[in-house]
């Protein structure tokens, strides 16, 4: 787990290697243990170290092979690479090291762009093939390593995040007023591969692009699981589903040990993550380190799980902190939670996982996490009705449960510098509900929750907040293997028992009842979502800022709106529509250059 960077030249010049150290500095959290910077004539890499699989320097970054004509920079962790290692051995290649990074190298000395195909885990990868004079660039199926690339005549650049892009100068810092409406649609959503920035955009997952020393590329998207029934699996009933998927299950725990240091849970008490310490447990792992957080409570809101997460702990004995925060450490969190961001996220529960992970890094550098389940297993409320309307309306029950605003609205919001006339997210989600290989309105909606949504929501906050203290989280619930099951799934075994159904029958094998039959509960950061007392004045603050101003985002009329009715900041499914205005503002303020 690391921060990478790097710059391709088209036009003949020498890559700016000062641009390449300034983008690995601003990195320095992602990769606190070492850093290193490598250069070739026309393209240059840069690394920030997070030290989990081999400690050694033989597993420095960027790492070059000379004899194989090939250098790499690598974010993330690659699980099969005992079982790839050997396997390229008995092909006859040799290792230096005893590193996944090294792997990768090898892997794509034997396998070529097909490299991927191979590779189990989560990854961003720069790699350079000196001999054939390209840039290869590659993210995980999942999108859980980000990669932001920022394009000019003559010059790529990319990095981890997108901060580090602009610490490397030069890039159009213009808002997008596509991504905008995106994000002001889709609680704070901007999908691949736009960001609010102009200048900046990220590869998607799953995606591998290829860049010529003369500028030209392609890429081709190397993986996509069919969101339909396989006549593979026909016979099979519920318990035979429940087997299969907690088998899989099972297997992307066990993966998820891989590393030379201890791993860790972040243990909310929800279902996801209570599971993965059961079947942790389960496998042999004994004084499991677990992790819970609360916060204080507003009248009759709690702002922490503790009974669930307790029980839990109790019943497999794992070496569990809770971690108690009060409304007083709010503030000074926000204002580091948002210099953390690598893009602006509304979600109310980011400056959670960032006080969270503060606390997490102090005992283990690796933890496994339940996100990603409810996305998998149709686990939030607007997957029920999807479950029984025809094929052709999964695009209005999907947009009456899930957008914060639709375009009429949004032309009250949104400054007239930044206006759009057409619904551009309207647009986005028909086309690509629409695409072909998902069988019913719930699969389409599961494939869009999976690939589109979730890289760009729960998984890029838990990335960027956890690696804002150098520590690395794993998530089981995106194992490849196990979405590629729970596509193939038939949806009424993911929707029963009010979704989650197939995980619920499983769980009953290991948990108690209680915490598998609870209300779903969603991070409680009371304070914030109220966004109220001195958390509120900083919004304000932000929004009336002179840069706010300026800028022209938003229209005066409908901030003042906000301002005079806090009763209708509440937008659906619990965001916080000032919030979002306002946590934009603030992102925008720290890092717009």
């Known amino acids: 787990m690391c921060g990478i960077s790097g710059e391709a030249r088209f036009d003949g010049s020498r890559p700016d290697t000062d641009a390449v150290i300034r983008m690995s500095q601003a990195m320095e959290s992602r990769g606190p243990d070492d850093t290193g910077h490598w250069t070739d004539g026309w393209v240059a890499l840069g690394h920030r170290r997070l030290t989990i699989i081999d400690l050694s320097d033989a597993g420095a970054q960027p790492m070059v092979r000379e004899d194989l ?65 390209r840039l290869v660039l590659a993210r995980d199926r999942l999108g859980i390593k980000p990669l932001y690339l920022a394009e000019s005549h003559g010059r790529l650049r990319f990095a981890s995040t997108l901060p580090a892009l602009l610490h490397g100068g030069d890039v159009d810092t213009d808002i997008d007023p596509v991504a905008l409406h995106h994000y002001l ?60 998927v907690g088998d899989a299950l099972r297997t992307a725990v066990r993966r998820r040990l891989v590393a030379d240091v201890p791993v860790g849970v972040l243990l909310s008490g929800g279902l996801d993550s209570s599971l993965i310490v059961a079947l942790l447990a389960e496998a042999g792992q004994h004084h499991l ?134 619904d551009v997210s309207r647009e986005l989600l028909v086309a690509e509900l629409a695409v072909p290989g998902a069988e019913t309105a719930l699969d389409a909606v599961l494939r869009l929750d999976t690939h589109r949504m979730l890289p760009d929501d729960p998984v890029k906050r838990v990335d960027s907040m956890s690696m804002a203290w150098g520590l690395e989280v794993r998530t089981p619930f995106l194992d490849q293997d196990l979405v590629a099951l729970a596509a193939a799934c038939p949806p009424e075994h993911k929707v029963a028992q009010g979704g989650k159904g197939v995980l619920k029958e499983i769980a009953r094998e290991v948990l108690p009842a209680e915490v598998i039959d609870r209300p779903k509960g969603y991070f409680p950061v009371p304070a914030l979502r109220n966004v109220s007392g001195r958390v509120r004045d ?56």
């Open 69 to 133: 004509g090939l250098a790499l920079v690598f974010n993330g962790c690659i699980y099969n690479y005992p079982q790839l290692r050997e396997e390229l051995r008995t092909a006859g290649h040799t290792f230096r090291s005893t590193s996944d990074t090294e792997v990768i190298l090898v892997a794509y000395a034997e396998w070529g762009e097909a490299f991927v195909d191979h590779l189990v885990g989560m990854f961003a990868i720069g790699l350079v093939d000196r001999t054939r004079r």
């Open 185 to 244: 649609s889709w609680h704070s959503i901007v999908p691949a591969p736009r960001t609010v920035l102009r200048g900046v955009r990220k590869l998607p997952p799953a995606t591998l692009r290829v860049v010529e020393a003369d500028g030209r590329s392609r890429e081709h998207v190397y993986w996509q699981p069919e969101y339909a029934r396989d006549p593979a699996h026909a016979g099979r009933d519920a318990r035979d589903w429940q087997a299969a």
């Open 289 to 422: 380190q677990t992790f819970s957080i609360g916060f204080d409570g507003r009248g009759d809101e709690a702002g922490d799980e503790f009974h669930y997460s307790d029980q839990v702990a109790r019943a497999f004995g794992t070496d569990h902190r809770r971690i108690q925060l009060a409304d007083n450490d709010l503030l000074p969190a926000v204002r580091a939670t948002v210099a953390a961001m690598t893009e602006p996220m509304g979600s109310h529960d980011v400056v959670a996982f960032h006080l969270l992970s503060e606390q997490v890094a102090k005992h283990v550098k690796v933890a496994q996490s339940g996100q990603g389940a409810d996305e998998v297993f149709a686990g939030y409320g607007y997957h029920q009705p999807l479950a029984v309307v025809p094929r052709d309306g999964a695009a209005e029950v999907f947009a009456g449960a899930f957008f914060d605003r639709d375009h009429a609205e949004l032309s009250r919001v949104v400054g007239p510098a930044y206006a759009h006339d057409r």
């Open 538 to 593: 900083l919004v304000l603050d932000a929004l009336r800022a002179p840069a706010a101003q300026e800028r022209g985002l938003f229209q005066p009329e409908y901030v003042d709106e906000l301002l005079a009715d806090p009763a209708v900041t509440q937008a659906a499914a619990g965001s916080n529509k000032l919030w979002q205005l306002g946590l934009l503002e603030l992102w925008l303020q720290t890092h717009h250059r």
